[in-house]
């Protein structure tokens, strides 16, 4: 093998390492989001306890709480779409990870194989080559 040549599972190797972040990543995103989602309904829970409130301030921006409480609604679900989607994504990358690391572990394994079949196969050369037979 030449110096700068890479074996299929070492390339593989590197496909997988790659995949594993990728997959990563998109767990990081859904995390995000599902920390995202958690603020909006925080703020969901402030505006229905302001708008609830019986104080004179809170009554007069009660208006104003509802078409907040309504964006609030909105968000809630564009960031559960959002999620979903991310979801999926997850499972699509850590799929494609393990169907590399599996890719990756077989074609180690027929490298050790050949690399075991070309050692019997000089082992057999040497001794045919010497005349394969022993003195005693």
């Given at each position: 093998?030449a110096?700068?040549?890479q074996?299929?599972?070492?390339?593989?190797?590197?496909?997988?390492n790659?995949?594993r972040?990728?997959?990563k990543?998109?767990?990081?995103?859904?995390?995000?989001?599902?920390?995202?989602?958690?603020e909006v309904?925080?703020s969901?829970?402030?505006?229905?306890?302001?708008i609830?409130?019986?104080t004179?301030?809170?009554?007069?921006?009660?208006h104003?709480?509802?078409?907040?409480?309504?964006?609030?609604?909105?968000?809630?679900?564009?960031?559960?779409?959002i999620?979903?989607?991310q979801?999926?994504?997850?499972?699509?990358?850590?799929?494609k990870?393990?169907?590399?690391?599996?890719?990756?572990?077989?074609a180690r394994?027929?490298?050790?194989?050949?690399?075991?079949?070309?050692?019997i196969?000089?082992?057999?050369?040497?001794?045919?080559?010497?005349?394969?037979t022993?003195s005693?």
């Amino acid at each position: 093998m030449a110096g700068g040549e890479q074996t299929r599972s070492k390339k593989l190797k590197r496909l997988v390492n790659l995949q594993r972040h990728l997959e990563k990543m998109a767990e990081n995103e859904l995390a995000a989001t599902g920390r995202q989602l958690v603020e909006v309904n925080q703020s969901k829970e402030r505006v229905i306890e302001a708008i609830g409130s019986v104080t004179p301030i809170h009554i007069q921006f009660s208006h104003n709480y509802a078409g907040r409480f309504g964006k609030l609604m909105v968000r809630e679900k564009q960031l559960t779409d959002i999620q979903k989607a991310q979801e999926v994504r997850v499972i699509k990358e850590r799929t494609k990870g393990d169907r590399l690391e599996d890719q990756m572990k077989e074609a180690r394994e027929a490298e050790d194989r050949e690399k075991d079949d070309n050692a019997i196969y000089d082992l057999l050369e040497i001794t045919l080559s010497t005349g394969g037979t022993k003195s005693y």
